[in-house]
């Protein structure tokens, strides 16, 4: 059960493009299509962006996106807005009942 | 509309006990499983239990086996942990989730904040 690999952190400026991965094993993020992307303001609650590696919440704006080769998946954060300022955490599906979180990732907007 | 809402939190002593509480409303408890996520701080979240949603699965990060029990009462529309044996490390803010499936945790409450301290 060890937490799956995102970078500490990453920019952009307004407008511009942001990508998030989260690195696992074939146990968890390669093994099933299970992965969930969350967005968390310090303080909050976090909140669903993504679910299935690529399925979007009704609400949830179209520049979220996500998608996965391997064992690694992936966050798109399009056209940036301040707003997009928090704390991202990826969340795979392990078997055995079991989910593991990424190890999280702060974007900073430029 | 949609809403869990965590209590339970507070100060407590290495080796104490603890009973979190997490009340549902606004949707059917009962067809959801439900599940237990955890911030220590300055860290990220960490996935600490789930259950099914008529009680009968339960599992637990290896971190927290033997010593957490989750549990549900589908009757008060409330999800449980109780916590013993706890140690500095179990010092976090603890988050309920609804899963809607495949572990798509939607919403989450405000959390309740655990501190572990002598």
């Known amino acids: 059960q060890s937490a799956l690999t995102q970078p500490p952190s990453a920019s952009g400026s307004p407008g511009q493009s942001v990508t998030i991965s989260c690195t696992g094993t074939?146990?968890?993020?390669?093994?099933?299509?299970?992965v969930s992307w969350y967005q968390h303001h310090p303080g909050e609650a976090p909140k669903v962006l993504i679910y299935e590696v690529s399925k979007r919440p009704s609400g949830v704006p179209d520049r979220f996106s996500g998608s996965k080769s391997g064992n690694t998946a992936s966050l798109t954060v399009s056209g940036l807005q301040a707003e997009d300022e928090a704390d991202y955490y990826c969340n795979s599906y392990a078997g055995g009942r079991n989910f593991v979180f990424g190890t999280g990732t702060k974007v900073t907007v430029l | 509309e949609v809403q869990l809402v965590e209590s339970g939190g507070g100060l407590v002593q290495p080796g104490g006990s603890l009973r979190l509480s997490c009340a549902a409303s606004?949707?059917?408890?009962?067809?959801?499983?439900m599940t237990w996520v955890r911030q220590a701080p300055g860290k990220g979240l960490e996935w600490v239990a789930n259950?099914?949603?008529?009680?009968?699965?339960?599992s637990y990060v290896d971190s927290v086996k033997g010593r957490f029990t989750i549990s549900r009462d589908s009757a008060k529309n409330s999800l449980y942990l109780q916590m013993n044996s706890l140690r500095a490390e179990d010092t976090a803010v603890y988050y309920c989730?609804?899963?809607?499936?495949?572990?798509?945790?939607?919403?989450w409450g405000q959390g309740t904040l655990v501190t572990v301290s002598s």
């Open positions: 259950i099914k949603d008529d009680g009968r699965e339960k």
């Open positions: 074939s146990s968890d993020v390669g093994g099933y299509n299970y």
């Open positions: 606004g949707f059917p408890f009962s067809r959801y499983w």
């Open positions: 989730a609804r899963d809607c499936g495949h572990g798509r945790l939607d919403p």
